[in-house]
Nanobody, 117 residues
């Protein structure tokens, strides 16, 4: 069974930084795209950023220039460096990944990020 486990969430002041990490465990297949989504209270889940196995990245408009996604294929990990955080970045952040061959999609359980003074 494949599990994605997020870590690194917490409370941070506006303008601060946080680094989220996601690690795969269990019978991990070769992962293709990996990414981060977020869901704020009362809103739909949205893409924050994703990254292909080859390193091509894609960012949501609201985080461009502030967030950076990276991955380690050998370790099945994906990270999200979040800088210049704003109150509107407050949300539960979810790790997501697609298996390269089976195309199965996996989700983590989420980690809460709260940006508040």
């Amino acid at each position: 069974q494949v599990q994605l486990v997020e870590s690194g969430g917490g409370l941070v002041q506006p303008g601060g930084s946080l680094r989220l990490s996601c690690a795969g465990s269990g019978s991990i297949p070769i992962l293709n795209r990996m990414g981060w989504y977020r869901q704020a209270p009362g809103k739909e889940r949205e893409l924050v950023a994703d990254i292909s196995r080859g390193g091509s990245t894609n960012y949501g408009d609201s985080v461009k220039g502030r967030f950076t996604i990276s991955r380690d294929n050998a370790k099945n990990t994906v990270n999200l460096q979040m800088n210049m955080l704003k109150p509107e970045d407050t949300a539960v952040y979810y790790c997501n990944a697609d298996a390269l061959v089976s195309r199965l999609n996996y989700w983590g359980k989420g980690t809460l990020v709260t940006v508040s003074s």
